[in-house]
Each structure stands twice: as structure tokens, then as C-alpha cells.
């Protein structure tokens, strides 16, 4: 009868072990499309454990970029880049393939961070990786071109992480 009960506590507890295991998030893909002066969807809502693949497309006629960060740096009273990048923050070296376009950890005329540039319109990149813990919270997009003309123009959005 005590091997019994033992058996049933034990049963219960994997079970309730298991119930609590929380399972990985489904993968997310989101188009971001650049634009004169903006990116669409301006707000972008994931969680951390999720797999997550940018398509990213330059339907403007000027080159762009995208920055995930927070706090932006001001370089000669213009804004230059964040000074928090999501991905040094979060430990994560994204995935990157470029169709035409480029892409980096750039420390150029006050950029620094993880980006990607496309220069011309129809320039594509994939940019993919997983969210981690350290990423939870609010993060902003940017781009920063043309000496932060693009980023003071309106070209931002939030990239919003979900525990």
C-alpha cells in the first residue's frame, strides 16, 4: 500500500513538472518593407524562445538600413545609432542572408552596432535568430542614414519583446 502511495505522488509530481514546462514558441516571420520615411509594420511583438526570420525589402528609392537598440546616440547633434544594441544585449549573433545589400557590426561616422544596409530598391536580406531573456522588453528600429536625416524624418518603429 506504501509503494502504492509513493508511486502516486511521484506519478503526480511529473505530471505537475510537465504542465509546467513551458513549450518553445512558434516561429514568427514578418516582412519589413523600408520606405521613405518609415518601416512597415511599424511594430513588431515577439517572445523570448521564439524563432524569428525578418524578410527584409527596400521599396524606397534611397538606401536604408535597420538598427535594433535603445537610447540613441547623438554624434554632432544628430542622431547616430543606439547606444544599447538589442543583439550585444541579448548575446545573440543574428543569421544573415543578403540578396544584394550589406551588413555588420559597423562602427562608421558614429554608427555602431549590428546592422543591415540595403542600398537600392529591391535590395533584399533575411536577418533570423532566436529571442533570448536578456532581449525582454521594448526596443526601438532605426535607421540612421544620411547623417540620421532618415531616423529624425520618422524612420522608427518598436520591436517589442514578450517574456
Not at 12 to 34: D, G, N, Y
Not at 84 to 110: N, S, Y
Not at 117 to 138: H, I, N, R, Y
Request: a negative charge.
Amino acid at each position: 500500500m506504501k509503494r502504492l502511495m509513493w508511486l502516486m505522488i511521484v506519478l503526480f509530481i511529473i505530471l505537475v513538472l510537465a504542465a509546467c514546462t513551458a513549450q518553445r514558441p512558434e516561429p514568427v516571420s514578418f516582412t519589413v518593407e523600408m520606405t521613405e520615411y518609415a518601416f512597415n509594420p511599424a511594430s513588431i511583438e515577439v517572445q523570448v524562445g521564439q524563432e524569428v526570420t525578418l524578410e527584409l525589402v527596400n521599396l524606397g528609392t534611397l538606401e536604408h538600413e535597420i538598427m535594433f537598440g535603445r537610447n540613441v546616440m547623438m554624434m554632432e547633434n544628430r542622431p547616430a545609432g543606439y547606444q544599447e544594441d538589442m543583439f550585444a544585449v541579448g548575446g545573440v549573433e543574428p543569421q544573415v542572408e543578403m540578396m544584394a545589400g550589406e551588413m555588420g557590426e559597423e562602427e562608421e561616422e558614429g554608427h555602431t552596432g549590428f546592422m543591415v544596409v540595403l542600398p537600392k530598391t529591391g535590395d533584399m536580406a533575411s536577418l533570423k535568430f532566436v529571442v533570448t531573456q536578456e532581449m525582454v522588453g521594448e526596443w526601438e528600429m532605426g535607421c540612421f542614414e544620411q547623417d540620421g536625416v532618415h531616423y529624425d524624418a520618422g524612420m522608427k518603429g518598436r520591436f517589442i519583446v514578450n517574456p
